[in-house]
């Protein structure tokens, strides 16, 4: 009896207990509905913000850019924040390597960050760090642009985004609006080749510092605007424009568009080239009365006169008229032996030699052809290639640059001090591969960075004296084959009569930030860029389309100086 009793009491406590715990779980539950209510509400609230910061100009002050200098940035220290007012921009000492525009510009007041990143102490036992300039206009546009570097790159230039290349006039991205990022990449020393003893600073400079550099940039502005880069912009030429081809294959979820201009994308291959050359000048250059090699005169100006005229009474008006521009310069077939009698058969000799490429014993290039143009005959050809120099000290800057980047950077194992003319070119071309692996932009697999919406313009100087347009030409093609048709993200131009990043008679004067602009954010892709005459042009009213390859600039009739007399075919 007792029994039953008791289990009837603990029926009715366990009772009690559940019905106690349904009360509490029910509270729980609507507590949890309430907070993730809140939370949704919250969010859409903070994404309204977000909504409506992207869509006003974001606005920087003076007291701000005070307050950056402390920021706490992972393996990143902010050296210096400036407040610039508005005013002329500053020159770029690097802008021969870089290709950045001589024009003269202003720029809204702004805040400049200077840093390094992680600092560190070398294999070789100097001291590395990523230096970078952050410049962050006070009425921001809600976009970023990383600004390629030239040459070794060792040095931060003024992060302004002028126009590449070196004779446009359009308007520098932090003039409109952009926050602009420059680098070092990693090293101190724009001819300074000792890095190269160092792994972590030969990668820096490779590929790594790029990345680095973006994702300290786009801390500081959100910690400036409070918002991130809606579109996000790589521009370079030269060495810059391997970068820029290098932020599209390693870096594509960070870009949105690329401007390449005239790339040394396959640079231990073009060092190469550069030895090659070297040699020729040195085997056809006239002795001085000391014995010495005069190379500036193995081609005086004379002879790459009657050549460039040369090539122009040939190939001209293969595009529909004589202006002085070879818009079909595939189709050239122009020879040396052409003008053999007004220059004679040692220099027909030397400009097949170069010409035709680097090569080995058995006849194979190890380094691409190049292609005849009108460009041939001016100071920036000769600039690169043979220089100027009456002494048996040869000043081009394939003689003063291209050699110990070959013997000290491009060949593993290094060999400093060597001469071009030891470098052997069936054994020692493999040796450049090591680095070439991690230096050269030469990849063909852009799915991520397509995938992703991304646009790429390519530009490259027919008449480049230092990379060969038949080279990116080249890899363009290989690209093509191995991703199909790529005209609605990647577009080559090819410019006639332009040197590197600039010079030359040619229509230099373009505006390829404004083209890829339209084309990333509006759609608009760019059927022809209208590039205007630059300073060594003899017309200063011209103007013509630069085509996307393998279209040609073709005469259809009507005014030779207007663009809309050419067509895209």
């Known amino acids: 009896m007792k029994c039953g009793i008791l289990r009837v009491e603990i029926r009715a406590e366990r009772n009690k207990v559940m019905k106690k715990l349904k009360i509490v779980l029910t509270a729980l539950l609507a507590t949890a509905i309430s907070v993730t209510a809140f939370a949704q509400k919250l969010n859409n609230q903070k994404s309204q913000v977000k909504k409506i910061n992207s869509e006003v100009p974001k606005v920087a002050t003076k007291e701000q850019c005070e307050n950056l200098k402390n920021i706490k940035i992972y393996q990143t220290n902010i050296i210096s924040t400036e407040w610039k007012e508005e005013g002329p921009l500053e020159e770029d000492e690097n802008a021969r390597f870089s290709g950045s525009s001589t024009a003269k510009a202003s720029a809204p007041a702004h805040c400049v960050v200077r840093g390094e990143i992680e600092k560190r102490k070398g294999a070789d036992g100097k001291d590395y760090s990523i230096g970078f ?11 970023f642009l990383f600004q390629g570097g030239g040459g070794l790159d060792g040095t931060v230039s003024p992060a302004v985004g002028k126009a ?46 790029t990345g680095k550099v973006t994702n300290v940039a786009k801390q500081l502005i959100d910690e400036m605007y409070n918002l991130m880069p809606k579109h996000s912009y790589f521009m370079g030429c030269s060495n810059g424009g391997r970068e820029a081809m290098q932020a599209a294959m390693y870096y594509p979820n960070e870009f949105d568009g690329i401007i390449a201009g005239n790339p ?50 040939r190939c001209d008006a293969k595009d529909g008229l004589k202006d002085g521009i070879i818009n079909n310069w595939e189709k050239c077939d122009f020879k040396p ?43 920036g050809w000769r600039m690169w290639k043979h220089g100027t120099s009456k002494t048996g000290t040869p000043n081009s800057m394939n003689f003063m640059m291209g050699v110990s980047s070959l013997s000290d950077y491009y060949m593993k ?50 008449s480049d004296p230092v990379f060969s347009a038949n080279d990116i030409r080249d890899w363009y093609k290989k690209l093509v084959e191995n991703m199909g048709n790529v005209d609605n993200f990647a577009r080559l131009f090819m410019v006639p009569g332009m040197n590197h990043c600039g010079g030359g008679p040619a229509m230099e004067n373009f505006d390829a930030l404004t083209a890829l602009e339209k084309w990333t954010e509006n759609g608009v892709a760019p059927d022809y860029i209208v590039g205007k005459a630059g300073k060594e042009y003899p017309d200063p009213n011209k103007e013509q389309p630069l085509c996307p390859y393998p279209k040609v600039a073709t005469y259809i009739g009507g005014d030779k100086n207007k663009a809309s007399s050419f067509e895209c075919k």
């Open 133 to 143: 300039e952050l410049r962050l206009p006070s009425k921001w546009n809600n976009k």
């Open 164 to 209: 590449r290349p070196s004779g446009s006039t359009a308007t520098p991205a932090l003039t409109r609006g952009y926050a602009v990022v420059s680098t070092d990449s990693g090293h101190s020393g724009s001819r300074n080749t000792s890095f190269a003893k160092d792994q972590q600073a030969v990668l820096n400079y490779a590929f790594q510092s």
């Open 264 to 313: 040394g994308f396959r640079l231990s291959k073009a060092a190469i080239g550069e030895a090659w050359d070297n040699n020729q000048f040195l085997k056809y250059a006239p002795t001085d009365k000391n014995g010495n090699k005069i190379v500036a005169d193995a081609l005086t100006q004379e002879d790459l006169d009657a050549v460039a005229q040369g090539v122009l009474d």
């Open 337 to 379: 032996e052409m003008v053999e009698k007004k220059i004679g058969k040692k220099k027909v000799a030397l400009l097949n030699a170069i010409f035709n490429g680097a090569k080995n014993s058995k006849g194979k290039n190890v380094y691409a052809s190049w292609p005849y143009d009108a460009g041939i005959s001016t100071r």
């Open 413 to 462: 194992p290094a060999k400093p001090g060597m001469k071009s003319t030891e470098f052997d070119f069936d054994k020692d071309v493999a040796k450049t591969n090591e680095i070439g692996g991690l230096n050269d932009a030469d990849k063909t697999d852009l799915s991520t960075f397509k995938a992703r919406g991304g646009k790429m313009i390519i530009y490259e100087g027919v």
